[in-house]
Protein backbone atom coordinates (compact mmCIF):
# COMPACT_ATOMS: atom_id res chain seq x y z
CA UNK A 1 0.00 0.00 0.00
CA UNK A 2 1.31 3.86 -1.08
CA UNK A 3 2.20 5.97 1.90
CA UNK A 4 -1.21 7.68 2.91
CA UNK A 5 -1.03 11.00 3.10
CA UNK A 6 -1.40 12.79 6.30
CA UNK A 7 -3.20 15.93 7.74
CA UNK A 8 -1.09 19.36 8.30
CA UNK A 9 -0.04 19.59 12.47
CA UNK A 10 -0.96 22.62 13.94
CA UNK A 11 1.25 25.68 13.55
CA UNK A 12 2.94 26.41 16.86
CA UNK A 13 1.47 28.85 19.45
CA UNK A 14 -1.99 28.59 17.28
CA UNK A 15 -3.93 25.71 19.78
CA UNK A 16 -3.96 26.05 23.74
CA UNK A 17 -1.75 23.94 26.04
CA UNK A 18 -3.37 21.74 27.85
CA UNK A 19 -2.24 23.17 31.11
CA UNK A 20 -3.46 27.24 31.19
CA UNK A 21 -3.27 27.80 35.37
CA UNK A 22 -5.59 31.02 34.91
CA UNK A 23 -8.27 28.60 33.72
CA UNK A 24 -8.15 26.60 36.69
CA UNK A 25 -10.16 23.90 35.76
CA UNK A 26 -7.27 22.92 33.52
CA UNK A 27 -4.84 22.32 37.28
CA UNK A 28 -5.59 18.94 37.60
CA UNK A 29 -7.19 17.59 34.06
CA UNK A 30 -3.92 18.52 32.06
CA UNK A 31 -1.55 15.44 31.52
CA UNK A 32 2.05 16.34 32.42
CA UNK A 33 3.47 13.73 30.56
CA UNK A 34 4.60 14.88 27.07
CA UNK A 35 2.12 13.65 24.23
CA UNK A 36 3.65 10.75 21.79
CA UNK A 37 3.78 12.14 18.22
CA UNK A 38 1.78 9.99 16.09
CA UNK A 39 2.22 9.99 12.01
CA UNK A 40 -1.15 9.38 10.70
CA UNK A 41 -2.48 5.92 9.72
CA UNK A 42 -5.64 5.13 7.75
CA UNK A 43 -7.30 5.43 11.27
CA UNK A 44 -6.63 9.24 11.57
CA UNK A 45 -7.12 10.26 8.03
CA UNK A 46 -10.72 8.57 8.04
CA UNK A 47 -13.64 9.59 10.88
CA UNK A 48 -17.29 9.05 10.96
CA UNK A 49 -19.56 10.29 8.23
CA UNK A 50 -22.78 12.05 8.48
CA UNK A 51 -25.23 12.20 5.70
CA UNK A 52 -27.32 15.85 5.37
CA UNK A 53 -30.32 13.74 6.59
CA UNK A 54 -29.13 13.94 10.19
CA UNK A 55 -30.16 17.56 10.18
CA UNK A 56 -33.25 18.58 10.07
CA UNK A 57 -34.58 22.00 9.39
CA UNK A 58 -35.95 22.87 12.84
CA UNK A 59 -31.66 21.42 14.18
CA UNK A 60 -30.47 24.39 12.73
CA UNK A 61 -33.58 26.91 13.59
CA UNK A 62 -32.81 27.85 17.59
CA UNK A 63 -35.92 30.31 17.59
CA UNK A 64 -38.33 27.84 16.42
CA UNK A 65 -37.59 24.00 18.61
CA UNK A 66 -40.61 25.41 20.54
CA UNK A 67 -44.47 26.44 20.43
CA UNK A 68 -43.06 29.73 21.37
CA UNK A 69 -40.12 32.37 20.03
CA UNK A 70 -37.45 32.51 22.70
CA UNK A 71 -36.68 35.95 24.27
CA UNK A 72 -33.62 38.02 23.06
CA UNK A 73 -31.85 39.31 20.41
CA UNK A 74 -32.50 36.84 17.23
CA UNK A 75 -29.42 36.28 14.98
CA UNK A 76 -28.07 34.78 12.10
CA UNK A 77 -25.12 33.12 12.47
CA UNK A 78 -23.52 31.89 9.06
CA UNK A 79 -19.92 31.17 7.62
CA UNK A 80 -17.84 28.98 5.74
CA UNK A 81 -15.63 25.77 6.74
CA UNK A 82 -12.21 25.39 4.99
CA UNK A 83 -9.28 23.40 5.27
CA UNK A 84 -5.76 25.13 5.26
CA UNK A 85 -5.40 24.59 1.42
CA UNK A 86 -8.31 26.87 1.50
CA UNK A 87 -10.85 24.06 -0.12
CA UNK A 88 -14.37 24.31 1.36
CA UNK A 89 -15.21 21.40 3.70
CA UNK A 90 -18.19 19.89 2.50
CA UNK A 91 -21.26 17.63 4.07
CA UNK A 92 -19.54 17.86 7.61
CA UNK A 93 -21.65 17.90 10.52
CA UNK A 94 -21.70 20.95 12.57
CA UNK A 95 -22.82 20.99 16.06
CA UNK A 96 -23.58 24.24 18.20
CA UNK A 97 -24.79 25.06 21.98
CA UNK A 98 -25.21 27.94 24.28
CA UNK A 99 -26.91 30.14 27.07
CA UNK A 100 -30.28 31.68 26.81
CA UNK A 101 -30.00 35.37 26.12
CA UNK A 102 -29.94 35.47 30.13
CA UNK A 103 -26.99 33.67 30.63
CA UNK A 104 -28.66 30.61 31.62
CA UNK A 105 -27.55 26.90 30.31
CA UNK A 106 -30.56 24.60 29.66
CA UNK A 107 -28.38 22.12 32.12
CA UNK A 108 -29.06 20.45 35.70
CA UNK A 109 -25.45 22.26 36.65
CA UNK A 110 -25.64 25.38 35.84
CA UNK A 111 -26.00 27.26 39.42
CA UNK A 112 -26.79 31.16 37.88
CA UNK A 113 -29.68 32.36 39.31
CA UNK A 114 -30.52 33.74 36.00
CA UNK A 115 -34.23 32.26 34.54
CA UNK A 116 -34.36 29.62 32.36
CA UNK A 117 -36.44 30.43 29.13
CA UNK A 118 -39.05 27.52 27.57
CA UNK A 119 -38.86 28.37 24.80
CA UNK A 120 -34.84 28.30 24.52
CA UNK A 121 -32.83 24.93 24.17
CA UNK A 122 -30.13 26.25 23.09
CA UNK A 123 -29.03 23.45 20.79
CA UNK A 124 -28.31 22.91 17.16
CA UNK A 125 -26.79 21.11 14.32
CA UNK A 126 -25.99 21.68 10.27
CA UNK A 127 -24.51 20.32 7.89
CA UNK A 128 -22.49 22.03 5.39
CA UNK A 129 -23.74 22.64 1.90
CA UNK A 130 -21.73 22.00 -1.19
CA UNK A 131 -19.63 24.77 -0.94
CA UNK A 132 -18.59 24.12 3.07
CA UNK A 133 -21.00 26.66 4.42
CA UNK A 134 -23.48 26.76 7.28
CA UNK A 135 -25.94 29.12 8.49
CA UNK A 136 -27.77 29.15 12.20
CA UNK A 137 -30.74 31.08 12.90
CA UNK A 138 -30.44 31.50 16.82
CA UNK A 139 -30.90 34.37 19.94
CA UNK A 140 -27.72 36.13 21.20
CA UNK A 141 -26.47 34.37 24.08
CA UNK A 142 -26.35 36.03 27.44
CA UNK A 143 -22.84 36.70 29.44
CA UNK A 144 -22.52 34.71 32.39
CA UNK A 145 -21.10 34.30 36.13
CA UNK A 146 -18.51 31.40 36.54
CA UNK A 147 -16.44 30.09 39.77
CA UNK A 148 -13.37 30.24 38.28
CA UNK A 149 -11.82 32.95 40.26
CA UNK A 150 -13.17 36.57 41.82
CA UNK A 151 -16.03 38.24 40.01
CA UNK A 152 -15.52 35.75 36.59
CA UNK A 153 -17.85 36.43 34.12
CA UNK A 154 -17.82 34.70 30.74
CA UNK A 155 -18.16 36.84 27.63
CA UNK A 156 -21.15 35.88 25.15
CA UNK A 157 -20.12 32.82 23.47
CA UNK A 158 -21.52 29.99 21.17
CA UNK A 159 -19.92 26.87 21.56
CA UNK A 160 -19.09 24.82 18.24
CA UNK A 161 -18.58 21.08 17.34
CA UNK A 162 -17.02 20.14 13.81
CA UNK A 163 -15.99 16.69 12.31
CA UNK A 164 -14.47 17.28 8.96
CA UNK A 165 -13.16 14.73 7.01
CA UNK A 166 -11.26 12.48 9.22
CA UNK A 167 -10.47 11.45 12.93
CA UNK A 168 -7.22 13.87 12.28
CA UNK A 169 -9.54 16.75 11.53
CA UNK A 170 -11.81 17.31 14.56
CA UNK A 171 -12.74 20.31 16.24
CA UNK A 172 -14.47 22.18 19.06
CA UNK A 173 -14.13 25.81 19.41
CA UNK A 174 -16.12 28.27 20.70
CA UNK A 175 -17.62 32.01 18.74
CA UNK A 176 -17.21 35.04 20.72
CA UNK A 177 -18.78 38.69 19.92
CA UNK A 178 -17.01 41.59 18.50
CA UNK A 179 -16.72 44.43 21.10
CA UNK A 180 -17.48 42.29 24.33
CA UNK A 181 -15.79 43.87 26.91
CA UNK A 182 -15.18 40.90 28.99
CA UNK A 183 -13.02 39.09 26.47
CA UNK A 184 -9.69 40.74 27.48
CA UNK A 185 -10.51 39.35 31.04
CA UNK A 186 -11.38 35.55 30.26
CA UNK A 187 -8.90 33.08 30.64
CA UNK A 188 -10.58 30.64 28.09
CA UNK A 189 -10.86 32.77 25.27
CA UNK A 190 -6.73 33.72 26.05
CA UNK A 191 -5.23 30.53 26.62
CA UNK A 192 -3.68 30.33 23.39
CA UNK A 193 -0.71 32.25 22.50
CA UNK A 194 -1.23 33.77 19.80
CA UNK A 195 -2.76 36.91 19.50
CA UNK A 196 -4.24 36.63 15.70
CA UNK A 197 -5.20 33.06 16.61
CA UNK A 198 -7.46 34.25 19.46
CA UNK A 199 -8.91 37.21 17.71
CA UNK A 200 -9.83 34.48 14.96
CA UNK A 201 -12.67 33.34 17.26
CA UNK A 202 -14.27 36.39 17.94
CA UNK A 203 -17.17 36.66 14.75
CA UNK A 204 -18.22 39.59 12.34
CA UNK A 205 -21.11 41.86 12.99
CA UNK A 206 -22.00 41.23 8.49
CA UNK A 207 -24.47 43.42 6.86
CA UNK A 208 -25.02 40.50 4.18
CA UNK A 209 -26.32 38.41 6.08
CA UNK A 210 -28.72 40.89 7.91
CA UNK A 211 -32.31 40.65 6.84
CA UNK A 212 -33.70 43.54 7.71
CA UNK A 213 -36.66 43.99 10.83
CA UNK A 214 -35.44 40.42 11.62
CA UNK A 215 -32.02 39.61 12.99
CA UNK A 216 -28.72 40.91 12.72
CA UNK A 217 -26.15 38.92 10.77
CA UNK A 218 -22.32 37.44 12.23
CA UNK A 219 -20.31 35.60 9.79
CA UNK A 220 -17.83 33.08 11.81
CA UNK A 221 -15.60 31.48 8.77
CA UNK A 222 -14.09 28.18 10.45
CA UNK A 223 -10.72 26.61 9.13
CA UNK A 224 -10.00 22.75 9.99
CA UNK A 225 -6.77 20.52 9.78
CA UNK A 226 -5.96 20.33 6.10
CA UNK A 227 -4.15 17.34 3.74
CA UNK A 228 -0.54 17.55 3.52
CA UNK A 229 -0.11 18.41 -0.38
CA UNK A 230 0.17 15.64 -2.67
CA UNK A 231 0.78 15.81 -6.66
CA UNK A 232 -3.07 15.13 -7.13
CA UNK A 233 -4.54 17.34 -5.12
CA UNK A 234 -2.47 20.48 -6.96
CA UNK A 235 -2.91 19.31 -10.12
CA UNK A 236 -6.86 19.10 -9.71
CA UNK A 237 -6.94 22.80 -8.51
CA UNK A 238 -4.51 23.83 -10.69
CA UNK A 239 -3.37 25.95 -7.61
CA UNK A 240 0.62 26.67 -7.02
CA UNK A 241 1.53 26.45 -3.32
CA UNK B 1 -2.85 29.86 -0.21
CA UNK B 2 -2.60 28.53 3.38
CA UNK B 3 -4.95 29.49 6.28
CA UNK B 4 -4.35 28.67 9.95
CA UNK B 5 -6.48 26.32 11.30
CA UNK B 6 -8.74 27.24 13.73
CA UNK B 7 -7.92 27.49 17.44
CA UNK B 8 -9.63 24.72 19.92
CA UNK B 9 -11.43 25.42 23.19
CA UNK B 10 -12.82 23.69 25.76
CA UNK B 11 -16.31 22.03 25.83
CA UNK B 12 -16.95 23.60 29.13
CA UNK B 13 -19.21 21.63 31.50
CA UNK B 14 -22.49 22.20 29.59
CA UNK B 15 -21.63 20.02 26.24
CA UNK B 16 -24.83 17.60 27.06
CA UNK B 17 -26.99 20.48 25.20
CA UNK B 18 -25.23 20.15 22.04
CA UNK B 19 -23.95 16.58 22.17
CA UNK B 20 -26.46 14.79 23.51
CA UNK B 21 -28.54 14.04 20.36
CA UNK B 22 -25.70 12.05 19.18
CA UNK B 23 -24.74 9.78 22.05
CA UNK B 24 -24.30 6.46 20.72
CA UNK B 25 -23.00 3.87 23.15
CA UNK B 26 -23.97 0.89 21.01
CA UNK B 27 -22.06 0.81 17.89
CA UNK B 28 -23.10 -2.65 16.07
CA UNK B 29 -26.44 -2.84 14.20
CA UNK B 30 -28.06 -6.75 14.37
CA UNK B 31 -26.38 -7.23 10.97
CA UNK B 32 -22.42 -6.28 12.21
CA UNK B 33 -19.98 -9.12 12.23
CA UNK B 34 -17.62 -9.86 14.44
CA UNK B 35 -16.80 -10.08 18.03
CA UNK B 36 -19.43 -8.00 20.48
CA UNK B 37 -17.60 -6.71 22.74
CA UNK B 38 -18.23 -4.32 26.02
CA UNK B 39 -15.79 -1.32 27.03
CA UNK B 40 -16.38 0.39 30.13
CA UNK B 41 -13.95 2.59 32.47
CA UNK B 42 -13.79 6.05 34.07
CA UNK B 43 -12.51 9.05 33.92
CA UNK B 44 -9.64 9.87 36.49
CA UNK B 45 -8.48 13.51 37.49
CA UNK B 46 -5.25 14.35 38.85
CA UNK B 47 -6.24 13.48 42.49
CA UNK B 48 -7.68 10.07 40.73
CA UNK B 49 -11.16 11.87 41.35
CA UNK B 50 -13.72 10.86 38.58
CA UNK B 51 -14.37 13.16 35.93
CA UNK B 52 -18.23 13.24 35.55
CA UNK B 53 -18.22 16.03 32.69
CA UNK B 54 -16.36 14.29 30.23
CA UNK B 55 -17.12 12.43 27.15
CA UNK B 56 -15.62 9.81 25.22
CA UNK B 57 -15.85 9.17 21.66
CA UNK B 58 -14.01 6.18 19.42
CA UNK B 59 -13.57 5.80 16.14
CA UNK B 60 -13.12 2.32 14.34
CA UNK B 61 -13.20 0.10 11.97
CA UNK B 62 -15.47 -3.07 11.84
CA UNK B 63 -14.39 -7.14 11.93
CA UNK B 64 -12.87 -6.97 8.75
CA UNK B 65 -10.24 -4.23 9.23
CA UNK B 66 -12.62 -1.78 7.14
CA UNK B 67 -13.35 1.62 7.54
CA UNK B 68 -16.60 3.02 6.61
CA UNK B 69 -14.77 6.22 4.89
CA UNK B 70 -14.31 6.78 1.57
CA UNK B 71 -10.53 7.38 1.66
CA UNK B 72 -10.14 3.55 3.13
CA UNK B 73 -8.14 2.03 0.08
CA UNK B 74 -9.17 -1.39 0.73
CA UNK B 75 -11.00 -3.29 -1.44
CA UNK B 76 -13.14 -5.10 1.18
CA UNK B 77 -16.69 -4.50 1.99
CA UNK B 78 -17.82 -2.13 4.82
CA UNK B 79 -21.12 -3.22 6.23
CA UNK B 80 -24.89 -1.12 6.19
CA UNK B 81 -25.09 -1.76 10.30
CA UNK B 82 -21.75 -0.66 11.72
CA UNK B 83 -20.34 3.29 11.07
CA UNK B 84 -17.63 2.70 13.91
CA UNK B 85 -18.63 5.84 15.68
CA UNK B 86 -19.63 6.02 19.31
CA UNK B 87 -20.08 9.19 21.41
CA UNK B 88 -20.64 8.18 25.01
CA UNK B 89 -20.57 10.96 28.52
CA UNK B 90 -19.41 9.81 31.74
CA UNK B 91 -21.70 9.60 34.58
CA UNK B 92 -21.66 11.24 38.20
CA UNK B 93 -18.82 8.65 39.37
CA UNK B 94 -16.81 9.36 35.74
CA UNK B 95 -18.11 6.16 34.13
CA UNK B 96 -18.18 5.30 30.55
CA UNK B 97 -19.31 2.34 28.56
CA UNK B 98 -20.01 1.26 24.93
CA UNK B 99 -20.97 -1.90 23.60
CA UNK B 100 -19.44 -2.49 20.15
CA UNK B 101 -17.83 -4.67 18.02
CA UNK B 102 -13.90 -5.91 17.94
CA UNK B 103 -12.28 -4.19 15.14
CA UNK B 104 -9.79 -6.14 12.26
CA UNK B 105 -6.44 -5.28 11.94
CA UNK B 106 -6.04 -2.27 9.79
CA UNK B 107 -2.72 -1.42 7.49
CA UNK B 108 0.02 0.77 9.52
CA UNK B 109 2.16 3.12 7.63
CA UNK B 110 5.24 0.68 7.26
CA UNK B 111 3.41 -1.59 5.40
CA UNK B 112 2.57 -4.03 8.10
CA UNK B 113 -1.06 -4.34 9.85
CA UNK B 114 -1.72 -2.39 12.84
CA UNK B 115 -3.03 -4.53 16.11
CA UNK B 116 -6.72 -4.21 16.13
CA UNK B 117 -7.69 -1.24 18.00
CA UNK B 118 -10.06 1.96 18.21
CA UNK B 119 -9.40 5.59 17.91
CA UNK B 120 -10.26 7.96 21.21
CA UNK B 121 -11.12 11.43 21.68
CA UNK B 122 -11.31 12.49 25.12
CA UNK B 123 -13.29 15.74 26.05
CA UNK B 124 -13.90 17.47 29.97
CA UNK B 125 -14.26 20.51 31.36
CA UNK B 126 -11.02 21.61 32.06
CA UNK B 127 -9.30 20.42 28.73
CA UNK B 128 -8.59 23.11 26.50
CA UNK B 129 -8.16 20.61 23.47
CA UNK B 130 -9.44 16.93 23.06
CA UNK B 131 -7.18 14.42 24.39
CA UNK B 132 -6.33 11.72 21.89
CA UNK B 133 -5.34 8.03 22.56
CA UNK B 134 -6.15 4.58 21.87
CA UNK B 135 -7.73 1.51 23.34
CA UNK B 136 -5.90 -2.05 22.45
CA UNK B 137 -6.94 -5.81 23.31
CA UNK B 138 -5.23 -8.02 25.54
CA UNK B 139 -3.74 -11.02 24.49
CA UNK B 140 -3.14 -9.66 20.98
CA UNK B 141 -0.22 -10.85 19.14
CA UNK B 142 -0.19 -8.06 16.89
CA UNK B 143 0.74 -5.85 19.60
CA UNK B 144 4.42 -6.72 20.14
CA UNK B 145 4.86 -5.15 16.22
CA UNK B 146 1.99 -2.89 16.60
CA UNK B 147 3.40 0.91 14.78
CA UNK B 148 1.97 3.21 17.42
CA UNK B 149 2.57 1.16 20.36
CA UNK B 150 6.14 1.11 18.88
CA UNK B 151 6.11 4.82 19.68
CA UNK B 152 5.17 4.79 23.14
CA UNK B 153 7.98 3.74 26.01
CA UNK B 154 6.99 0.15 27.48
CA UNK B 155 6.44 1.19 30.87
CA UNK B 156 3.45 2.98 29.64
CA UNK B 157 2.31 0.86 27.12
CA UNK B 158 -0.17 -0.84 29.66
CA UNK B 159 -2.22 2.35 29.90
CA UNK B 160 -3.38 1.96 26.19
CA UNK B 161 -4.21 -1.80 26.62
CA UNK B 162 -7.70 -3.23 27.84
CA UNK B 163 -8.29 -5.85 30.55
CA UNK B 164 -10.63 -8.73 30.29
CA UNK B 165 -13.19 -8.24 33.71
CA UNK B 166 -12.92 -11.92 34.63
CA UNK B 167 -16.15 -13.60 34.45
CA UNK B 168 -17.61 -11.93 31.70
CA UNK B 169 -16.95 -12.82 28.22
CA UNK B 170 -16.62 -10.20 25.82
CA UNK B 171 -16.34 -7.36 28.71
CA UNK B 172 -13.51 -5.20 29.10
CA UNK B 173 -11.96 -2.28 31.40
CA UNK B 174 -9.87 0.60 30.05
CA UNK B 175 -9.82 4.13 31.82
CA UNK B 176 -8.42 7.51 31.43
CA UNK B 177 -6.34 8.83 33.60
CA UNK B 178 -5.75 12.40 33.01
CA UNK B 179 -2.65 13.18 35.22
CA UNK B 180 -0.51 11.86 37.62
CA UNK B 181 0.78 8.11 38.38
CA UNK B 182 -0.46 5.54 35.32
CA UNK B 183 -1.56 8.50 33.09
CA UNK B 184 -2.89 7.33 30.01
CA UNK B 185 -0.66 8.00 27.10
CA UNK B 186 -2.02 10.31 25.09
CA UNK B 187 -1.06 11.43 21.12
CA UNK B 188 -0.29 14.28 19.56
CA UNK B 189 -2.45 13.27 15.83
Redesign the interface.
Known amino acids: ?N??PGY????PG?????L?PP?V?????????P???????????????FGPEIADAKACDLTRQHSGEPLGERIIVSGQV?????RPVPHTLV?????NAAGR???G??QHNAPLDPNF?????AVTDSDGRYRFVTIRPGEYPWGNHHNAWRPAHI?F?LFG????T?????MYFQGDPLIPFDP??N??D?E???N??ISQFDWETTIPSQALGYRFD?????RESTPMETHAHGEK? | MSLPATTWQTVGPFFSIGFSWLYRDKLAGPGASGERIEISGRILDGDSKPVPDGIVEIWQANSQGKYAHPDDPQEKMAESGFTGYGRVPTDDGGRFRFMTIKPGRVPGPDGKLQAPHLAVSVFTRGLLRRLITRIYFPDEPGNAEDFALGLVEAGRRGTLIAKKIEGRPGALEWNVVLQGPGETVFFDV
Open positions: MRIRRYMTQPPHHYSSIKRAPLQLVVLPHTLSEITGPVLDENSEIWQAYLHIDTGSGHHSPAFARLVTQIFCTDKARRLIVLSGS
